[in-house]
């Protein structure tokens, strides 16, 4: 039993041994046998050709564009960055325009003069002017990150 099984594994790796290249003689053999396989040969040459040439071509391509994807990536970099700087500033005004209407609720309690109510009211109106304005900067901000991440996904695959 060991021994057929021992028998089966070395004709096994003799047959295994065989799946290697082919040398010139075998292909020569072949072709003497089978002179009409020299079409099929000089077909897989011309293809194996076109693939090396368009893979050239692609590199060639891919290094044209990197130029191109590091300037994307630069301008997406400046975007996330002004995306962060714009996100802050709405932080903050959106917290001044809260202590604005605490003030305003307490005016009586402060005894707030006319002037000085309609000048807090003012600043609440220009405040909230202020933050619709980030709101919308912040919207179209990220709408370009968004236009941005996408170019350069395409142009790096």
């Known amino acids: ?72 990536k630069a301008r997406l970099d400046e975007a996330q960055s002004e995306y962060k700087i714009k996100t802050l500033e709405l932080k903050e005004s959106l917290s001044r325009l809260k202590n604005i209407k605490k003030l305003l609720l307490k005016k009586k309690d402060l005894s707030l003069s006319g002037d000085e109510i309609s000048i807090w009211k003012k600043r609440e109106a220009n405040l909230e002017k202020k ?14 990150l968004q236009l941005l991440k996408t170019e350069i996904k395409i142009l790096e695959n």
């Open 1 to 72: 039993m060991k021994l057929r099984r021992i028998l089966f594994i070395i004709a096994l790796s003799f047959g295994l041994a065989g799946c290697g290249g082919v040398d010139e003689k075998a292909l020569e053999g072949v072709l003497e046998k089978d002179p009409s396989f020299r079409r099929i040969l000089d077909a897989k040459k011309r293809i194996d050709d076109r693939v090396a040439i368009l893979n050239k071509e692609i590199k060639s391509v891919k290094e044209a564009l990197q130029p191109k994807i590091d300037a994307l």
């Open 131 to 144: 933050i619709d304005n980030i709101k919308y900067d912040l919207t179209e901000l990220r709408k370009r």
